[in-house]
T-cell receptor, first 114, second 115 residues
Framework: GESVGLHLPTLSVQEGDNSIINCAYSNSASDYFIWYKQESGKGPQFIIDIRSNMDKRQGQRVTVLLNKTVKHLSLQIAATQPGDSAVYFCAENPSGAGSYQLTFGKGTKLSVIP | DTAVSQTPKYLVTQMGNDKSIKCEQNLGHDTMYWYKQDSKKFLKIMFSYNNKELIINETVPNRFSPKSPDKAHLNLHINSLELGDSAVYFC??????????????FGPGTRLTVT
């Protein structure tokens, strides 16, 4: 299940199940979105990105869905594996804030139960 | 080959000291960044810099200053360190310009502990 509060939101899933990590973004003018994975003790790593003229993009075992109407982004991970355990961040590129800046969301910790 | 590297990985120092963190990227990118990640994992942009423009997050104290000797390096200098500066600091780089992917490549981080 998912818990949200003062601590980092955590999602616990059974190995082999699909995971869905959600993100609400703030700027309706944002034209680019990106998901990062951060493993313990490491820097964030790129997973997948999507532009605002798309509503879905698929990668290897991952799918990003974009709903501009409600300013919502989700990351779906198929057949979750123990190596997927990490903190996941969504980020947006707010148009007008500089052509290359990203604003990061708060992050969700994914824990995979073997 | 390491794309974005930072040194040191760990830095423990006392309040009031001045310290530097170094960052180098071998990706040929035009733009580099410094982020601060707090204990709740929130990633906050501090600076973005390319060879033409420095953008400073207005909430960053002026005790923090980026220095770029060349396009491949962006070092972070911190004066008069305070307890609240304890965090993990990440350097990142990206290609510059609209139309490009906005993907940023992150270094491994420097954990700064101020005692």
């Amino acid at each position: 299940g998912e818990s949200v509060g003062l601590h980092l939101p955590t999602l616990s899933v059974q190995e082999g199940d699909n995971s869905i990590i959600n993100c609400a973004y703030s700027n309706s003018a944002s034209d680019y979105f990106i998901w990062y994975k951060q493993e313990s003790g490491k820097g964030p790593q790129f997973i997948i990105d999507i532009r605002s003229n798309m509503d879905k993009r698929q990668g290897q075992r991952v799918t990003v869905l974009l709903n501009k109407t409600v300013k919502h982004l989700s990351l779906q991970i198929a057949a979750t594996q123990p190596g997927d355990s990490a903190v996941y961040f969504c980020a947006e590129n707010p148009s007008g804030a500089g052509s290359y800046q990203l604003t990061f969301g708060k992050g969700t910790k994914l824990s995979v139960i073997p | 080959d390491t794309a974005v590297s930072q040194t040191p990985k760990y830095l423990v120092t006392q309040m009031g000291n001045d310290k530097s963190i170094k960052c180098e990227q071998n990706l040929g990118h035009d733009t580099m960044y410094w982020y601060k990640q707090d204990s709740k994992k929130f990633l906050k942009i501090m600076f973005s810099y390319n060879n033409k423009e420095l953008i400073i997050n207005e909430t960053v104290p002026n005790r923090f200053s980026p220095k770029s000797p060349d396009k491949a390096h962006l070092n972070l200098h911190i004066n008069s360190l305070e307890l609240g500066d304890s965090a993990v600091y990440f350097c990142a780089s990206s290609p510059y310009g609209k139309g490009s992917s906005y993907e940023q490549y992150f270094g491994p981080g420097t954990r700064l502990t101020v005692t």
